[in-house]
């Protein structure tokens, strides 16, 4: 299967500050990418939807400003979390949908990246 | 609004006992039906897509079939490795940019 990447695994920050996380598709290009975040024992909740050369769509309830997100080339989308705090603190994972029409494709996702705000 | 509803939220089956996982939906027009394995602390790994159905896909001791309101994960003759969360997510035929609706997730523990 195709293989997704995200960077860094895992992260410690300091409330207040910024973090970058990239997620890029190594071995095909993907036109859209998903980022989602997960809390312990939970299971996968959208934050937002990427396509590559334009503006990001948030799901209902996620901070545009806070949760930047870029996607500049077919094979990579970052997301930087804003101001930290330490209820940001999660797991977040990306995935990239396969190239192919909407009747057949396959969503890949990445290793995920643990936040820790302290 | 989409609703996918897994069960059971726990299953501890012996090795070899076979057993099956459940995810119902409702969708305006189901365009896919994904199911996932996650293991704890990484990312979901990519199992199935079923589109229509009838429709059914086989992985090892893996069978997953789809009818119009709900689709099975049949775990035939289970081992310790495949003690996972499994994970089931619906594409809707409205959706703009193939999101994906999850699941809560079934936590399957397998014991030798």
């Known amino acids: 299967g195709a293989v997704v990447s995200q960077h860094p695994s895992w992260v410690i920050c300091k409330s207040g500050t910024s973090v970058k996380i990239e997620c890029r598709s190594l071995?095909?290009?993907?036109?859209?990418m998903f980022w989602y975040r997960q809390f312990p024992k939970q299971s996968l909740m959208l934050m937002a939807t990427?396509?590559?050369?334009?503006?990001?769509?948030?799901e209902q309830g996620v901070e545009k400003d806070k949760f930047l997100i870029n996607h500049a080339s077919l094979t990579l989308s970052t997301l930087t979390v804003t101001s930290a705090h330490p209820e940001d603190s999660s797991f977040y994972i990306c995935?990239?949908?396969?190239?192919?029409?909407?009747?057949?494709?396959?969503?890949?996702f990445g290793p995920g990246t643990r936040l820790t705000v302290t | 609004e989409d609703q996918v509803t897994q069960s059971p939220e726990a299953l501890r089956l012996q090795e070899g006992e076979s057993s099956s996982l459940n995810c119902s939906y409702t969708?305006?027009?189901?365009?896919?039906l994904f199911w996932y394995r996650q293991d704890p602390g990484k990312g979901p790994e990519f199992l199935f897509t079923?589109?229509?159905a009838g429709e059914e896909k086989e992985k090892e001791r893996l069978k997953a079939t789809l009818t119009k309101k709900e689709s099975f994960l049949h775990i035939t003759a289970p081992k310790p490795e495949d003690s996972a969360t499994y994970l089931c997510?619906?594409?809707?035929?409205?959706?703009?940019?193939?999101?994906?609706?999850f699941g809560g997730g079934t936590r399957v523990l397998v014991k030798p």
């Open positions: 995935s990239a949908r396969t190239p192919g029409t909407s009747a057949s494709y396959e969503q890949y």
């Open positions: 071995d095909f290009q993907a036109t859209t």
């Open positions: 990427s396509n590559e050369g334009s503006k990001a769509t948030y």
């Open positions: 969708v305006s027009g189901l365009r896919g």
């Open positions: 079923l589109y229509s």
């Open positions: 997510a619906v594409q809707e035929g409205k959706a703009a940019g193939n999101k994906l609706t």
